[in-house]
């Protein structure tokens, strides 16, 4: 149980395109969902946190126009990197808060690495 | 401010022997999680173990064990039997209760396995 999905797995793309990642609670709902990004050798670095039907929460420094957020369900939120640019290029990982009595903890997705030439 | 240190960037251990890695952390909150997750080399997140600060007793997971020591703010991980595939980023972290939902992780240990 408690699996997380991410799509795509890995992502290339062209300066100023935009690309969009989703994560997907498989088998749990997931009112809370949270976006993280990771640079080599280090550790995770929380970018926001989403909530199913309402506008997510920004971690300061993170420009949330550039990183659009989207929790249309409580199984599926959505990642929009507009216009991306080389320095986007990183590990984005998704995680989702399970209920019930873990509802505490989070899963994590496998991440998506995205590339921007 | 809530933060976590993990001392030991690097670690190694034989197969078949147990390691420890070290965790610890600083709140002002009573109400607490507290979790290790595993990274390996595909980079999916794990869950090893997760802890409650409520409760004594020590959580354990098969192999994996660890010290919770409430007081002192320590929170480590024994690996028992260590197995190739233990090779891995070990995040310590925790999260506060009571509505607040964001993990505060360490900067890691990684941890070889050496046949």
């Known amino acids: 149980g408690a699996v997380v999905s991410q799509h795509p797995s890995r992502v290339i793309c062209k300066s100023g395109t935009s690309v969009k990642i989703e994560c997907r609670s498989l088998?749990?709902?997931?009112?809370?969902m949270f976006w993280y990004r990771q640079f080599p050798k280090q550790s995770l670095m929380l970018m926001a946190t989403?909530?199913?039907?309402?506008?997510?929460?920004?971690e300061q420094g993170v420009e949330k126009d550039k990183f659009l957020i989207n929790h249309a369900s409580l199984t599926l939120s959505t990642l929009t990197v507009t216009s991306a640019h080389p320095e986007d290029s990183s590990f984005y990982i998704c995680?989702?808060?399970?209920?019930?009595?873990?509802?505490?903890?989070?899963?994590f997705g496998p991440g998506t690495r995205l590339t921007v030439l | 401010a809530q933060t976590v240190t993990q001392s030991q960037p690097e670690m190694s251990v034989q197969e078949a022997e147990t390691v420890t890695l070290s965790c610890t952390y600083d709140?002002?909150?009573?109400?607490?999680?507290l979790f290790w997750y595993k990274q390996p080399p595909s980079r999916q997140m794990i869950l090893v173990i997760r802890?409650?600060?409520?409760?004594?007793q020590n959580a354990t997971e098969n192999r994996f064990s660890v010290n919770f020591q409430k007081a002192a703010k320590s929170f480590s991980l024994k690996i028992s039997d260590s197995q190739l595939g233990d090779t891995a980023m070990y995040f310590c972290?925790?999260?506060?209760?009571?509505?607040?939902?964001?993990?505060?992780f360490g900067k890691g240990t990684k941890l070889s396995v050496i046949p």
């Open positions: 088998d749990f709902q997931a009112t809370t």
């Open positions: 989403s909530n199913e039907g309402s506008k997510a929460t920004y």
């Open positions: 802890q409650e600060a409520y409760k004594q």
């Open positions: 995680s989702a808060e399970a209920g019930g009595g873990y509802k505490d903890t989070q899963y």
């Open positions: 709140t002002s909150e009573n109400n607490y999680y």
């Open positions: 972290a925790f999260i506060v209760g009571a509505g607040s939902y964001q993990l505060t």
